[in-house]
């Protein structure tokens, strides 16, 4: 398990020559490994994210404010072309895009995103359970899991469908301003 559409108002249209989820360079088949992967299982977290509303686009489409999930601290994700920062611990410290960045990725259609499995993702506090568990993020998703009696196949499939895609984007991720 550890290999490495939401309705907001939209603030700016995808350009015509880009298609959702993928970017000039893939539609040509040439495609740029990310360096670093985030944990499979901060997919959830960004579906949980999205599902609750936390994330939000700046009126000018450079920029997200994204909530945790426990309401302590606000994220933002910066991004120009295919370069995104990020203030989340993940991206800022771990060299990986935290799930800040997925979710945006999700909202922006770079990544796949399945509303139904998200929604299923809904008020999760991953900040207490990532404390509980001790970063052991496997063992917080199977408990989000086991406690809501969700199908686990039907998640982890739909799971490893954005983590595949993940390992194909073009895209490179960086410090935020500012330090979590």
Not at 16 to 39: A, H, I, Y
Not at 72 to 98: E, F
Not at 157 to 164: A, P, R, T
Request: glycine share 8%; hydrophobic share 30%; with cysteine.
């Amino acid at each position: 398990m550890r290999e490495g559409r939401f309705s907001l108002p939209e603030t700016e249209e995808l350009s015509e020559s880009v298609q959702p989820g993928l970017f000039p360079d893939q539609r040509k088949g040439e495609t740029v490994n990310m360096e670093k992967l985030p944990p499979i299982e901060k997919i959830a977290e960004a579906y949980s994210a999205l599902a609750d509303g936390r994330l939000t686009i700046s009126s000018d489409g450079t920029q997200a404010r994204i909530n945790s999930s426990d309401g302590t601290k606000n994220y933002t994700v910066c991004w120009k072309d295919r370069h995104y920062t990020s203030n989340d611990s993940a991206t800022y410290w771990a060299g990986y895009p935290g799930y800040p960045v997925l979710a945006v990725w999700m909202k922006q259609g770079i990544l796949p995103y399945a509303e139904d499995i998200a929604d299923q993702f809904r008020n999760v506090n991953w900040n207490a359970l990532n404390r509980k568990y001790k970063r052991k993020y496997d063992r917080a998703l199977e408990s989000v899991i086991e406690e809501r009696g969700l199908n686990r196949e039907e998640i982890l499939s739909e799971m490893q469908k954005v983590y595949d895609t993940m390992k194909t984007l073009d895209c490179t991720t960086g410090r935020g301003k500012g330090k979590p």
